[in-house]
């Protein structure tokens, strides 16, 4: 039975966030975006069945990572830009819009640091409700980066095993960040889509907002040898991905 992507949001928040603490389980720098320093969260609403993250860190986050505030977590990014020259910070590994309090404190702390802030999220809980939109809107510097799973309802149940809904929550959350005014952009995992669905997500983003066509990725697996393993577990196939070694450059 599909579940809801939104109550199963709220359940992961219970064990990845405290007060204004949430949990990480590493900081690093990583190539993407030529050079971002980056947080990764643990726990996410979604299963998907072509994640890179591991089961243990996106499943069961009571018994991973470590609890941060917003400060230290600040403190720990900048270090991580400073130390090799960038100015790119972000947000990945499970959902970072979970702890909505200690995302928005984050972003108070870095105001006046002169990075770009890039923020990976699902959409979901942004989608849910309209509110979250509008509590960005205040930080110029900020990114949103939507990941869409799949080209349309069907799809997205597939690949997430949650109900439909969650895909139309997606395309909200692009909506209510553009209505906000917040930077942002759909960014389509396309491995398991037909062009001609593609097409019509791309049509349907640009009957919605016509501004985000100039900003549409398309995303595609890239085979590491833990998401093979996802992937064969849940007998999943693909149209198009990448093998580790040959990401071409104008991807990263
Ligand atoms: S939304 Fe992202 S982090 Fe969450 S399960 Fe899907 S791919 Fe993994």
Same mark, same amino acid.
């Given at each position: 039975?599909?579940?809801?992507?939104?109550?199963?949001?709220?359940? #992961?928040?219970? /064990?990845?966030?405290?007060?204004? !603490?949430?949990?990480?389980?590493?900081?690093?720098?990583?190539?993407?975006?030529?050079? @971002?320093?980056?947080?990764?969260?643990?726990?996410?609403?979604? #299963?998907?069945?072509?994640?890179?993250?591991?089961?243990? #860190?996106?499943?069961?986050?009571?018994?991973?990572?470590?609890?941060?505030?917003?400060?230290?977590?600040?403190?720990?990014?900048?270090?991580?830009?400073?130390?090799?020259? #960038?100015?790119?910070?972000? !947000?990945?590994?499970?959902?970072?819009?979970?702890?909505? &309090?200690?995302?928005?404190?984050?972003?108070?702390?870095?105001?006046?640091?002169?990075?770009?802030?890039?923020?990976?999220? /699902?959409? @979901?809980?942004?989608?849910?409700?309209?509110?979250?939109?509008?509590?960005?809107?205040? +930080?110029? +510097?900020?990114?949103?980066?939507?990941? @869409?799973?799949?080209?349309?309802?069907?799809?997205?149940?597939?690949?997430?095993? &949650?109900?439909?809904?969650?895909?139309?929550?997606?395309?909200?959350?692009?909506?209510?960040?553009? /209505?906000?005014?917040?930077?942002?952009?759909?960014?389509? =995992?396309?491995?398991? &889509? &037909?062009?001609?669905?593609?097409?019509?997500?791309?049509?349907?983003?640009?009957?919605?907002?016509?501004?985000? =066509?100039?900003?549409?990725?398309?995303?595609?697996? @890239?085979?590491?040898?833990?998401?093979?393993?996802?992937?064969?577990? +849940? /007998?999943?196939?693909?149209?198009?991905?990448?093998?580790?070694?040959?990401?071409?450059?104008?991807?990263?």
């Amino acid at each position: 039975m599909a579940y809801d992507p939104v109550a199963r949001h709220r359940v #992961i928040e219970k /064990n990845a966030v405290r007060g204004k !603490l949430r949990k990480y389980y590493r900081f690093r720098t990583d190539r993407w975006y030529g050079g @971002i320093a980056t947080g990764d969260c643990v726990g996410c609403g979604l #299963i998907c069945k072509f994640c890179w993250v591991r089961d243990s #860190i996106l499943l069961t986050p009571q018994g991973q990572g470590k609890f941060y505030d917003p400060h230290e977590v600040a403190r720990k990014l900048l270090s991580k830009a400073r130390k090799k020259g #960038i100015k790119q910070l972000r !947000l990945s590994g499970g959902e970072p819009t979970v702890g909505r &309090s200690h995302l928005l404190r984050l972003l108070d702390n870095l105001r006046w640091e002169g990075h770009l802030f890039i923020l990976e999220t /699902n959409g @979901i809980l942004i989608g849910s409700d309209k509110s979250y939109a509008r509590d960005l809107a205040p +930080f110029p +510097f900020l990114h949103v980066r939507v990941s @869409i799973k799949g080209c349309d309802r069907d799809e997205f149940t597939m690949l997430t095993g &949650s109900n439909g809904d969650g895909f139309e929550l997606q395309l909200r959350a692009l909506e209510y960040l553009c /209505n906000a005014g917040v930077g942002c952009n759909p960014a389509v =995992m396309t491995s398991f &889509s &037909s062009p001609k669905k593609l097409e019509r997500l791309r049509r349907r983003i640009f009957a919605m907002v016509p501004s985000l =066509m100039e900003e549409f990725e398309e995303e595609e697996l @890239i085979l590491y040898p833990h998401v093979l393993d996802r992937l064969n577990r +849940f /007998n999943l196939s693909y149209r198009r991905a990448f093998q580790p070694g040959s990401v071409p450059p104008e991807t990263e």
